[in-house]
């Protein structure tokens, strides 16, 4: 039995119809979709990582299901160099539904003060590229980017050592004071230790004290390290080398001159 022309024609015809249609609705339906993304949170995990997590709300008001729903980012160093990258999908996004989703990265704070002390004592902006891909009706892909900025809140901001200020001991050693203060612009508290070693300028260590710090986020810390020095060995300048032993971070040593 042979089909005649005709109707395959008119069938051909009603096939491109709808599929223009299904193709101007569905593309139509992007604009009644709406997602936001809430405020970051920053924690830490039990690696002492820090975990960025970003609420990502989605609202789709379109005529058709959507999906999957793909976020992507990449945050990376003011140099360009990808810190972390991460990505959170959402299989599918039902009409009329609101998903609430959260995309989390994880950043090696360590690794990131290791590669730039900068992280250390300086507040700095992140770059962070974000990238949105969507399937209307599960069919047509979509997406869209963009970049924007991280600020980074250092947890020994403006880190200052004081001269060092000697006072006798005995016959054999001088106490030596050390003053130290700085800021913490971090998300999480600073509760440890501080050590000073202390080296005159033939490269001779000649002393080492540390401190306890517990410094709260967005509070300011002021303080002092006692070192006992040979008298023998103290020269009039050198260096003065400083460890973080704070989790989530342990870095050093921060070298600063004296004398």
Same mark, same amino acid.
């Given at each position: 039995?042979?089909?005649?022309?005709?109707?395959?024609?008119?069938?051909?015809? &009603?096939?491109?119809?709808?599929?223009? &249609?299904?193709?101007?609705?569905?593309?139509?339906?992007?604009?009644?979709?709406?997602?936001?993304?809430?405020?970051?949170?920053?924690?830490? %995990?039990?690696?002492?990582?820090?975990?960025?997590?970003?609420? &990502?709300?989605?609202?789709?008001?379109?005529?058709?299901?959507?999906?999957?729903?793909?976020?992507?980012? &990449?945050?990376?160093?003011? %140099?360009?160099?990808?810190?972390?990258?991460?990505?959170?999908?959402?299989?599918?996004?039902?009409?009329?539904?609101?998903?609430?989703?959260?995309?989390?990265?994880?950043?090696?704070?360590?690794?990131?003060?290791?590669?730039?002390?900068?992280?250390?004592? %300086?507040?700095?902006?992140?770059?962070?590229?974000?990238?949105?891909?969507?399937?209307?009706?599960?069919?047509?892909?979509?997406?869209?980017?963009?970049?924007?900025?991280? =600020?980074?809140?250092?947890?020994?901001?403006?880190?200052?050592?004081?001269? =060092?200020?000697?006072?006798?001991?005995?016959?054999?050693?001088?106490?030596?004071?050390?003053?130290?203060?700085?800021?913490?612009?971090?998300?999480?508290?600073?509760?440890?230790?501080?050590?000073?070693?202390?080296?005159?300028?033939?490269?001779?260590?000649?002393?080492?004290?540390?401190?306890?710090?517990?410094?709260?986020?967005?509070?300011?810390?002021?303080?002092?390290?006692? #070192?006992?020095?040979? #008298?023998?060995?103290?020269?009039?300048?050198?260096?003065?080398?400083?460890?973080?032993?704070?989790?989530?971070? %342990?870095?050093?040593?921060?070298?600063?001159?004296?004398?």
């Amino acid at each position: 039995m042979r089909i005649p022309i005709r109707m395959i024609s008119v069938a051909t015809t &009603i096939f491109w119809i709808f599929l223009i &249609i299904f193709a101007i609705t569905a593309v139509y339906s992007v604009k009644d979709l709406h997602f936001e993304f809430g405020e970051p949170q920053m924690s830490t %995990n039990a690696d002492n990582d820090v975990v960025l997590s970003l609420p &990502i709300k989605i609202g789709n008001g379109g005529l058709y299901d959507m999906g999957p729903f793909r976020v992507t980012t &990449i945050i990376s160093d003011r %140099n360009g160099s990808t810190i972390t990258k991460g990505s959170t999908s959402v299989h599918v996004v039902r009409r009329g539904e609101n998903v609430t989703a959260t995309h989390n990265m994880t950043i090696d704070i360590n690794g990131l003060i290791q590669g730039d002390h900068n992280y250390l004592t %300086n507040d700095i902006e992140l770059n962070f590229y974000v990238e949105v891909g969507l399937g209307v009706a599960e069919v047509i892909p979509v997406q869209v980017s963009t970049n924007l900025s991280v =600020p980074w809140g250092a947890p020994f901001y403006n880190f200052t050592l004081g001269e =060092p200020a000697y006072e006798a001991f005995n016959s054999t050693h001088a106490r030596v004071t050390v003053s130290i203060s700085f800021e913490n612009h971090a998300f999480f508290d600073i509760a440890g230790a501080i050590q000073i070693k202390m080296y005159n300028n033939r490269g001779l260590l000649v002393g080492n004290g540390q401190t306890t710090v517990d410094t709260p986020q967005h509070s300011s810390y002021n303080g002092y390290i006692e #070192l006992y020095v040979s #008298l023998t060995d103290m020269t009039p300048n050198g260096r003065l080398e400083v460890y973080f032993q704070t989790p989530p971070l %342990n870095y050093g040593p921060l070298v600063f001159p004296y004398g």
